[in-house]
């Protein structure tokens, strides 16, 4: 065999081992949403709906809202009554926190080491619960 074949048997698969490198550079960001970011959003959604139901069940027995802080957040949510063994802390920090027109602000804040280690995107969950007792608003903040 010539070195010139040799050259022409390897150019096709060095050109396909670039293309496939190439597609997958293009794909990565969505195969890192679907595969790491949604999962971990929708446990955070679904959390958060838990949260705001107990503390519409507070609000009720009560008349108030339970507010904490994140750094006192674990305490306040077992108070709550939320299953810590089941709860998404290892990637967001949670806080309620009653705004001037009475509404409760719960967010979910993604840690910094969450972030950095890309398990987690650099946004927040806010829900907001009214006086009554009703989600006046929920979603995810930038």
Same mark, same amino acid.
């Given at each position: 065999?010539?070195?010139?074949?040799?050259?022409?048997?390897? #150019?096709?698969?060095?050109?396909?081992?670039?293309?496939?490198?190439?597609?997958?550079?293009?794909?990565?960001?969505?195969?890192?949403?679907?595969?790491?970011?949604?999962?971990?959003?929708?446990?955070?959604?679904?959390?958060?709906?838990?949260?705001? !139901?107990? +503390?519409? !069940?507070?609000?009720?027995?009560?008349?108030? #809202?339970?507010? #904490?802080?994140?750094? +006192?957040?674990?305490?306040?949510?077992?108070?709550?009554?939320?299953?810590?063994?089941?709860?998404?802390?290892?990637? #967001?920090?949670?806080?309620?926190?009653?705004?001037?027109?009475?509404?409760?602000?719960?967010?979910?804040?993604?840690?910094?080491?969450?972030?950095?280690?890309?398990?987690? +995107?650099?946004?927040?969950?806010?829900?907001?619960?009214?006086?009554?007792?009703?989600?006046?608003?929920?979603?995810?903040?930038?």
């Amino acid at each position: 065999m010539r070195w010139a074949n040799i050259q022409d048997v390897m #150019f096709v698969p060095v050109v396909a081992l670039a293309l496939l490198l190439f597609a997958g550079g293009y794909f990565v960001p969505d195969i890192r949403h679907a595969m790491i970011y949604q999962p971990r959003a929708d446990r955070i959604e679904v959390a958060m709906e838990e949260l705001a !139901g107990h +503390e519409r !069940g507070m609000l009720r027995a009560k008349g108030k #809202f339970l507010t #904490f802080a994140a750094s +006192e957040a674990p305490p306040n949510l077992k108070a709550l009554g939320v299953d810590l063994a089941r709860w998404p802390s290892e990637d #967001f920090l949670f806080d309620a926190v009653v705004q001037p027109n009475k509404h409760l602000r719960l967010r979910a804040l993604p840690r910094p080491e969450a972030v950095r280690d890309m398990r987690v +995107e650099a946004r927040m969950y806010v829900a907001e619960i009214s006086p009554v007792g009703a989600v006046t608003s929920r979603g995810w903040s930038p």
